[in-house]
T-cell receptor
Framework: GQNIDQPTEMTATEGAIVQINCTYQTSGFNGLFWYQQHAGEAPTFLSYNVLDGLEEKGRFSSFLSRSKGYSYLLLKELQMKDSASYLCAALDSNYQLIWGAGTKLIIKP | GAVVSQHPSRVICKSGTSVKIECRSLDFQATTMFWYRQFPKKSLMLMATSNEGSKATYEQGVEKDKFLINHASLTLSTLTVTSAHPEDSSFYIC???????????????FGPGTRLTVT
């Protein structure tokens, strides 16, 4: 079956760095997405990786290892507004997104 | 960037009535639209995938006669919850995909969601 695993909840301190991990098992693979979702709102796109390696975009970076079925989202210089759920989603062979349950990130001052 | 609107943002209805939710792609043509349901503190659950001009494909366990989906044009899809019950109360989110790809990039653009409460 298809499966996405990510931690349920993480806590970090304002100004620090946090890494949210995601492992995936899908029927075929056409890339991995990270979305941010604030409570009561729809997800917003953060990043897309299809090749191995690190993609950096401002304070956020995303890493992919296809051979390990593994990705992480790295958030630097954490701000209180980064408190949200972070959803990992893999694109399978049918170009359908398979969603993880999301990681709730709590930022403390 | 691509914008998807959803209407209404919130709706309260009585048990037994029907509710229609609209999803529109405002600045691009959406060949495929997706309807998701999300329970509190849970991830997105795909309900159905609809391609313009054809019948929607429903995920296992989703009643197609209860959740009617119409994708009549390249910019509009509707979800109608028929004979709503309190257990249908949820956050419904649509997303749209243009089908125009840059390489293998199949990003979905999300609407703001509709909070449905059935009393």
């Amino acid at each position: 079956g298809q499966n996405i695993d990510q931690p349920t909840e993480m806590t970090a301190t304002e100004g620090a760095i946090v890494q949210i991990n995601c492992t995936y098992q899908t029927s075929g693979f056409n890339g991995l997405f990270w979305y941010q979702q604030h409570a009561g709102e729809a997800p917003t796109f953060l990043s897309y990786n299809v090749l191995d390696g690190l993609e950096e975009k401002g304070r956020f970076s995303s890493f992919l290892s296809r051979s390990k079925g593994y990705s992480y989202l790295l958030l630097k210089e954490l701000q209180m507004k980064d408190s949200a759920s972070y959803l990992c989603a893999a694109l399978d062979s049918n170009y359908q997104l398979i969603w993880g349950a999301g990681t709730k990130l709590i930022i403390k001052p | 960037g691509a914008v998807v609107s959803q209407h209404p943002s919130r709706v309260i209805c009585k048990s037994g009535t029907s509710v229609k939710i609209e999803c529109r792609s405002l600045d691009f043509q959406a060949t495929t639209m997706f309807w998701y349901r999300q329970f509190p503190k849970k991830s997105l659950m795909l309900m159905a995938t609809s391609n313009e001009g054809s019948k929607a494909t429903y995920e296992q366990g989703v009643e197609k006669d209860k959740f009617l989906i119409n994708h009549a044009s390249l910019t509009l899809s509707t979800l109608t919850v028929t004979s709503a019950h309190p257990e249908d109360s949820s956050f419904y989110i649509c997303s749209a995909r243009s089908g125009a790809t840059s390489g293998d990039f199949y990003e979905q653009y999300f609407g703001p969601g509709t909070r449905l409460t059935v009393t």
